[in-house]
């Protein structure tokens, strides 16, 4: 079976960095993605990992470790409008995504 | 470039009744994904059509159904609706070709929310 899990709610501060941890048990891996989905939107891509290592994208990072199936996503210098639902999703094989729970951040002023 | 288009935006249906959603992807894209997303569960995988057929099925019972056609756009039926089908239902497009296919991001819709009275 695949086991995705990540932090129900997370808060930080405008300005801050935050880790928005993920740990994946899944038979095979193919990959690693972020989605940010804001209420009532759609889901969007942020980041892709297949090898372990720090992928930077601006304000976004995506780190991954195969061995340990750990995943984290830094946010830094954090907006008002980060405040979103983000998506750890894992491709397990030759198959279709299999996405956590998700991780409401709420940042604050 | 028009992203992927869903439709309707909301719903409300009966229980027992029976619902369409249907979704048009990024022109180009051939492969269509169905996901539910109740409260607190997470997007639950439901169908993925490629080229007019079905590739894969999530852990749904047979009244979920859908179809893919020609022009790549697809439908998901929902027969015998119960409470707990309210849900956000999207819809996810994506280019599946070949040795790229594992590193092909999906670009979703906006989504249906169905409410089932």
């Known amino acids: 079976g695949q086991n995705i899990d990540q932090p129900t709610e997370m808060t930080a501060t405008e300005g801050a960095i935050v880790q928005i941890n993920c740990t994946y048990q899944?038979?095979?891996?193919?990959?690693l993605f972020w989605y940010q989905q804001h209420a009532g939107e759609a889901p969007t891509f942020l980041s892709y990992?297949?090898?372990?290592g720090l992928e930077e994208k601006g304000r976004f990072s995506s780190f991954l470790s195969r061995s340990k199936g750990y995943s984290y996503l830094l946010l830094k210098e954090l907006q008002m409008k980060d405040s979103a639902s983000y998506l750890c999703?894992?491709?397990?094989?030759?198959?279709?995504?299999?996405f956590g729970k998700g991780t409401m951040l709420l940042v604050s002023p | 470039e028009a992203g992927v288009t869903q439709s309707p935006t909301h719903l409300i249906k009966t229980r027992g009744q029976q619902v369409t959603l249907r979704c048009s992807p990024i022109s180009g894209h051939t492969s269509v994904y169905w996901y539910q997303q109740a409260l607190g569960l997470g997007l639950q995988f439901l169908l993925w059509?490629?080229?007019?057929?079905?590739?894969n099925r999530g852990n749904f019972p047979p009244r979920f159904s859908g179809r893919q056609f020609p022009n790549y756009s697809s439908e998901l039926n929902v027969n015998a609706l119960e409470l707990e089908d309210s849900a956000l239902y999207l819809c996810a497009s994506s280019l599946a070709e070949g040795d790229s296919y594992f590193n092909e991001k999906l670009f979703f819709g906006s989504g249906t929310q169905l409410s089932v009275l």
């Open positions: 999703a894992v491709r397990p094989g030759y198959s279709t995504l299999t």
């Open positions: 990992n297949v090898l372990d």
């Open positions: 059509y490629d080229e007019g057929e079905e590739r």
């Open positions: 899944t038979s095979g891996f193919n990959g």
